[in-house]
T-cell receptor
């Protein structure tokens, strides 16, 4: 039973265009959502997060949208840059249980010059 | 990923041997988490520790796996009598507290290969 799903294993976009990465979850107890970026042979790096009391959080080129009723969140990167090419993981934490982040399987983003 | 240090970066063991993976959290962080990543999959939570305490080990296999975070020194993930299926990347993360809205800082992982 996978509680956090990233249904697109890969995504390819042209430099300068928008990248949209999607994530769905099933557990209603999740109240905090995070996106991590991972390069090969490195650990994940925190990118952006959103609390369940919000529906949008923006940080520079990165915006995360949360639709609680649909149990869906998305990460928008605009404009996309070749350096954004990496694996992006969506993660969720349940109320009061910070240590138990549940990760999706990741989406590999390739930004073509 | 400066801050969270994992060693070794690569570890090769034969079936039946023991594997010890070490993790030093970021300075000032007292919460440590271990995750395992199999090829083409996401990170799977294993265990959450504070200094000298195991807070949540619901993701740990019931046998052969153990973890500790002593008062002094790094956190250790220990795998006894390793089998081929233990081959994976093991990531450690740390955070300053246990609040759900604190991102975890990850090390670069230990890639364990079982011959």
């Amino acid at each position: 039973d996978q509680q956090v799903k990233q249904n697109s294993p890969s995504l390819s976009v042209q430099e300068g265009r928008i990248s949209i990465l999607n994530c769905d979850y099933t557990n209603s107890m999740f109240d905090y959502f995070l996106w991590y970026k991972k390069y090969p042979a490195e650990g994940p790096t925190f990118l952006i997060s959103i609390s369940s009391i919000k529906d949008k959080n923006e940080d520079g080129r990165f915006t995360v949208f949360l639709n609680k009723s649909a149990k869906h969140l998305s990460l928008h990167i605009v404009p996309s840059q070749p350096g954004d090419s990496a694996v992006y993981f969506c993660a969720a934490t349940p109320n009061g249980n910070a240590g138990k982040s549940t990760f999706g399987d990741g989406t590999t983003l390739t930004v073509k010059p | 990923n400066a801050g969270v240090m994992q060693n070794p970066r690569h570890l090769v063991r034969r079936r039946g041997q023991e594997a010890r993976l070490r993790c030093s959290p970021m300075k000032g962080h007292s919460h440590v988490y271990w995750y395992r990543q199999l090829p083409e999959e996401g990170l799977k939570f294993m265990v959450y520790l504070q200094k000298e305490n195991i807070i949540d080990e619901s993701g740990m296999p019931k046998e052969r796996f153990s973890a500790e975070f002593p008062k002094e020194g790094p956190s250790i993930l220990r795998i006894q009598q390793v089998v081929r299926g233990d081959s994976a990347a093991y990531f450690c993360a740390s955070s300053p507290g246990g609040s759900s809205n604190q991102p975890q800082h990850f090390g670069d992982g230990t890639r364990l290969s079982i011959l």
